[in-house]
């Protein structure tokens, strides 16, 4: 089945740096790649996503990449502000109906 | 408002005490899926259904028992609980299986 690699488990920024979270997959036949967020106290809740055949994605200011050679995928925030501390999650498919969540980050922004 | 909504939020409980922990959704999604979320280890797949009646195994089974006689809901059984169940179980449900899961806002469960 698929595995998927998260990187880094914990990551700390001053508010407005930038914050880069990687992933990778281990099954080529994967073609769909979700990033979720978990606040505290909450569900993982889906943010962006991004399909096989699109390279990136942006959304004011998140985007993801996915670089299918490699078989790697990253979240990129941007300007990042004390709301968007929480533990991020990516998933992978492996061609299944099922996600398969790597290990998650824990990001913290430092006022 | 669309939802999943799991019962209880927190339970404690003794080993050995069967139990169930309730997940209904109102979004008439086809796939349903248990987690359980333990610290290091990201979000483990326990249990998925693909429709009514149809279930399957996910990566970490052992122990639990799952049932889906309607679409709306899918509980989660421990038959016999055991302290290594211990965790922050989630339920989350699809309309397509694969696309935008819809997760509960969990149940903590401590088993002494």
């Known amino acids: 089945g698929e595995n998927v690699e998260q990187h880094p488990s914990t990551l700390s920024v001053q508010e407005g740096d930038s914050a880069v979270i990687k992933c990778t997959y281990s099954?080529?036949?994967?073609?769909?790649f979700p990033w979720y967020k978990q606040e505290l106290g909450k569900g993982p809740q889906l943010i962006i996503d991004i399909r096989s055949n699109v390279g990136e994605k942006k959304d004011q200011r998140i985007a993801v990449t996915l670089n299918k050679t490699a078989k790697h995928f990253s979240l990129h925030i941007t300007e990042t502000q004390p709301e968007d501390s929480a533990v991020y999650f990516c998933a992978g498919s492996g061609g299944s109906y099922i996600p398969t969540f790597g290990r998650g980050t824990s990001l913290i922004v430092h006022p | 408002e669309a939802q999943v909504t799991q019962n209880p939020r927190y339970l404690i409980t003794v080993t050995g005490k069967k139990l169930t922990v309730t997940c209904s959704q109102n979004m008439n999604h086809e796939y349903m899926s248990w987690y359980r979320q333990d610290p290091g280890l990201g979000l483990r797949q326990i249990y998925y259904s693909m429709n009514v009646e149809v279930t399957d195994k996910g990566d970490v089974p052992e122990g639990y028992k799952v049932s889906r006689k309607e679409k709306r809901n899918f509980p989660l059984i421990l038959e016999s609980p055991s302290p290594n169940q211990t965790s922050l179980y989630f339920c989350?449900?699809?309309?397509?299986?694969?696309?935008?899961?819809?997760f509960g806002s969990g149940t903590r469960l401590t088993v002494v």
């Open positions: 989350a449900s699809s309309s397509t299986g694969l696309y935008g899961y819809t």
């Open positions: 099954d080529s036949a994967s073609n769909y």
